[in-house]
């Protein structure tokens, strides 16, 4: 099991920057797949940024160039550096774990709300 906590979201003006952390309660070696997705009303979850496999990154097509996603493995960590932001980005990103043993277990911090104004 693992247990996440988001934190770094708020109000941001177009252009602006934020950046997200990820602070999980077990170390993140043992962890196959970690990174980010996002909830904006009315739509679906969507993948954002996320490794894979530990350390292969993948990137929503419409954050690329914008963000990055790293890690601090002593701190248990992950972060998202969000530059750029559009009013389109304007939603709750969720800290996702993956843990593959027999079977995968997914898992989701609580979420943060992340709001882009023009």
């Known amino acids: 099991q693992v247990h996440l906590v988001e934190s770094g979201g708020g109000l941001v003006l177009a252009g602006g920057s934020l950046t997200l952390s990820c602070s999980a309660s077990?170390?993140?070696?043992?962890?196959?797949?970690m990174g980010w997705y996002r909830q904006a009303p009315g739509k679906q979850r969507e993948l954002v940024a996320t490794?894979?496999?530990?350390?292969?990154?993948n990137y929503a097509d419409s954050v690329k160039g914008r963000f990055t996603i790293s890690r601090d493995n002593a701190k248990n960590t992950v972060y998202l550096q969000m530059n750029s932001l559009k009013p389109e980005d304007t939603a709750v990103y969720y800290c996702?774990?993956?843990?593959?043993?027999?079977?995968?277990?997914?898992?989701w911090g609580q979420g943060t709300q992340v709001t882009v104004s023009s």
């Open positions: 996702h774990a993956r843990i593959t043993t027999l079977a995968k277990y997914d898992y």
């Open positions: 490794f894979t496999s530990g350390s292969i990154t």
């Open positions: 077990r170390s993140i070696f043992s962890i196959n797949d």
